[in-house]
């Protein structure tokens, strides 16, 4: 990884924009479940630009997934760590 890259999220955000839904769905006087499904396509898009921009960087450069062989299996990784 390139110095200066951050890959942190701030929770911070997350958090005000919960309550944001909150207070708007309040002073609109319409139930959060409108706010949280009007929210969804912003949200899909992000994440979705999001990983199509790692998966390209990563595929200029050079890095590439882990092989079916090298994959955890899945049922003792849960059973294992929960």
């Known amino acids: 990884m ?3 890259v951050d890959l942190q999220t701030d929770s ?4 005000v ?3 944001a839904a ?3 769905a309040d002073m609109l006087a319409i139930p ?3 706010i949280a499904m009007a929210a969804f396509i912003p949200d899909f898009l992000y994440f979705f630009a999001a990983g ?3 998966h390209l960087r990563d595929s200029r450069e050079g890095r590439r997934g882990l092989s079916r062989e090298e994959l955890p299996r899945l ?3 849960l059973s294992r760590r929960g």
């Open 2 to 4: 390139k110095p200066g």
């Open 12 to 15: 911070t955000s997350e958090k």
């Open 17 to 19: 924009m919960g309550v």
């Open 22 to 24: 909150f207070l708007m």
């Open 32 to 34: 959060h479940s409108r």
């Open 52 to 54: 199509t921009m790692i």
């Open 75 to 77: 049922g003792p990784l």
